[in-house]
């Protein structure tokens, strides 16, 4: 019912809380100053409208958080799963660099060094975005590029497909250069340097060009 101090400032012990299971403790280790769960779990309950965890890091050339997970077979590194009800703005993830001189600063960096997907994105929505791009401020860059793709064989860049058997008038793929004023913006740009052909239309394909002429080249 009061304060309980082991050791004091600069001079600290070892202590153990053990589990009714083998090899299952919790340890606080003195000489590497760490807090260590050993075959144990760290399990919060946060009941009130507070963070559960709050890391405050002085760290510079070390990660923040780092997690080895050399033995997962079939489950998840890590999980993140919301089942609220509610229909107000959040982030189930929220990447934030708050520093405009932070140039160098990559927000989401993946390293996918097996034959597998980079991103997988399952998405039920119906009306909305499964991936968007906000105002982006992209002057003389590109808001998406693919690089230097130069092991390609028998794949492509970019691959579109629809096997919807829905009738409605639909674009699958849509370029609008909305502003009148901007006379020099090119729609579609192709550089073919290969001997074949810059656009093959197959099957059914066709191209429509206005009722009104425009002026080409």
Same mark, same amino acid.
């Given at each position: 019912?009061?304060?309980?101090?082991?050791?004091?400032?600069?001079?600290?012990?070892?202590?153990?809380?053990?589990?009714?299971?083998?090899?299952?403790?919790?340890?606080?280790?003195?000489?590497?100053?760490?807090?260590?769960?050993?075959?144990?779990?760290?399990? @919060?309950?946060?009941?009130? #409208? =507070? /963070?559960?965890?709050? +890391? !405050? *890091?002085? %760290? &510079? $050339?070390?990660?923040?958080?780092?997690?080895?997970?050399?033995?997962?077979?079939?489950?998840?590194?890590?999980?993140?799963?919301?089942?609220?009800?509610?229909?107000?703005?959040?982030?189930?993830?929220?990447?934030?660099?708050?520093?405009?001189?932070?140039?160098?600063?990559?927000?989401?960096? @993946?390293?996918?060094?097996? #034959? =597998? /997907?980079?991103?997988? +994105? !399952? *998405?039920? %929505? &119906? $009306?909305?975005?499964?991936?968007?791009?906000?105002?982006?401020?992209?002057?003389?860059?590109?808001?998406?590029?693919?690089?230097?793709?130069?092991?390609?064989?028998?794949?492509?860049?970019?691959?579109?497909?629809?096997?919807?058997?829905?009738?409605?008038?639909?674009?699958?793929?849509?370029? @609008?250069?909305?502003?009148?004023? =901007?006379?020099?913006?090119?729609?579609?740009?192709?550089?073919?340097?290969?001997?074949?052909?810059?656009?093959?239309?197959?099957?059914?394909?066709?191209?429509?060009?206005?009722?009104?002429?425009?002026?080409?080249?």
């Amino acid at each position: 019912d009061n304060t309980i101090t082991v050791g004091a400032d600069d001079q600290g012990y070892d202590v153990i809380f053990y589990g009714d299971t083998a090899s299952s403790n919790m340890t606080w280790d003195t000489s590497a100053d760490d807090l260590i769960l050993n075959d144990s779990t760290l399990f @919060i309950d946060q009941d009130d #409208n =507070a /963070k559960a965890i709050n +890391i !405050d *890091s002085e %760290a &510079t $050339t070390s990660n923040v958080v780092g997690i080895d997970a050399d033995a997962v077979t079939t489950g998840d590194v890590l999980s993140l799963s919301s089942d609220s009800s509610s229909t107000g703005t959040r982030n189930i993830l929220k990447v934030n660099n708050d520093n405009t001189s932070a140039t160098g600063t990559t927000c989401l960096n @993946i390293n996918q060094d097996a #034959n =597998a /997907k980079g991103i997988s +994105i !399952d *998405s039920e %929505a &119906t $009306t909305q975005s499964s991936l968007y791009f906000l105002a982006p401020a992209i002057t003389t860059g590109q808001v998406i590029e693919v690089n230097d793709a130069n092991s390609l064989t028998t794949g492509g860049i970019a691959y579109l497909y629809s096997n919807s058997s829905d009738n409605s008038t639909r674009n699958l793929v849509s370029i @609008i250069n909305e502003h009148a004023s =901007a006379d020099n913006a090119v729609g579609l740009l192709i550089q073919q340097d290969g001997a074949d052909a810059s656009i093959e239309l197959t099957g059914n394909g066709s191209i429509k060009f206005p009722g009104t002429q425009g002026a080409s080249s």
